[in-house]
Structure formats: C-alpha cells, structure tokens
C-alpha cells in the first residue's frame, strides 16, 4: 500500500509530462529559401522584394507579411507561367522545424510545387531523398497559375 502512493505522484507528473508535449505551440517562419531546381531561371516576388534564382541557385528573402490578409504569398514567374503560392507561417509537418531555427527550405520542381528540404540545404537536393517526407501543407502547390503568357 505504502509503495502505491510513493508510485502516484511520478505517475501524475509523467501524465502532465505527456500532455505538455501533445499541445506543442506551432512552429513559425522568419526565412523563406528557395532552390531552383528547374532547368530554367525563375524570378521570386516576395512582398516588395524580387529575386533571380537561375537554375541549381538560391533564394532567399524575409516571410512576406505574416500579419496581413495574404501573408506569405509569394509569387514565382518563369519565361511562359506565373505561380502565385500560400506559403504556410505556422507549421506542425515542416519535417525540419526543430533544427531550422524559422529558416523554411523549399526546393521547386518540374512540376512547379514547392518541396520542404533540409534547412542547411544550398544547392538542389536528390528528390528521394526528401519526397517521403512531404505530409499535409507540403508540397506547397501554386493557388494560382497563369500559362499564357508569351
């Protein structure tokens, strides 16, 4: 009898441990980097800021307006389309975000969706090595797509 109410209080606070733990607050984006990894270049609108990311390049810019009605939206244009895209601001399956320090890697494809890499990642990384990895908000595929422009 003695040993179960020694026991009762570890088991409480292990029960409080776990429940801390299931109501993680969510994970938050400072930094947006965008690798190229199309053959072609692309130019990234982000806010006021705009970039060229050539083929096998990078970018990298601040997470467009978080507080305003299309906060992180994001515009990418090649020679013949433009993709507007909806990047997520708070996260629960960016696989990285422990390590990532608000740093949100993403890597475009052929297929102009926006894959989640590795956040130390510079340079196009091995689809195999990232595609099992993508749940929920990843890819982030465009919300909107014009292909006739010439």
């Known amino acids: 009898m003695k ?18 733990w299931s109501f993680e607050t969510p994970w938050t984006v400072d930094t947006v980097r965008i ?9 990234v609108t ?7 990311a050539y083929a096998g390049k990078l970018v990298e810019f ?11 939206e994001i515009v990418i244009e090649t020679h013949t389309c433009r993709f ?7 996260s629960q399956t960016y696989p990285w975000r422990s390590v990532s320090a608000g740093l ?6 052929s297929d102009y969706k926006l894959y989640a890499i590795r956040p130390n990642a510079a340079k196009p990384e091995r689809f195999t ?5 993508q749940t929920e908000e990843f890819p982030v595929a ?4 014009d292909c006739n422009r010439v």
Request: aromatic share 10%; charged share 15%.
């Open 3 to 20: 040993l179960g109410f020694a026991v009762l209080p570890f088991v409480c606070l292990a029960l409080a441990g776990c429940e801390t």
């Open 35 to 43: 690798i190229n990894a199309t053959p072609q270049q692309i130019i």
């Open 46 to 52: 982000a806010g006021e800021e705009v970039q060229v």
């Open 62 to 72: 601040k997470f467009p307006n978080p507080e305003g009605l299309s906060g992180g």
């Open 84 to 90: 507007v895209y909806q990047l997520p601001y708070f």
């Open 104 to 109: 949100l890697a993403l890597q475009m494809e």
């Open 129 to 133: 090595d990232f595609s099992r990895l």
């Open 142 to 145: 465009p919300d909107e797509q």
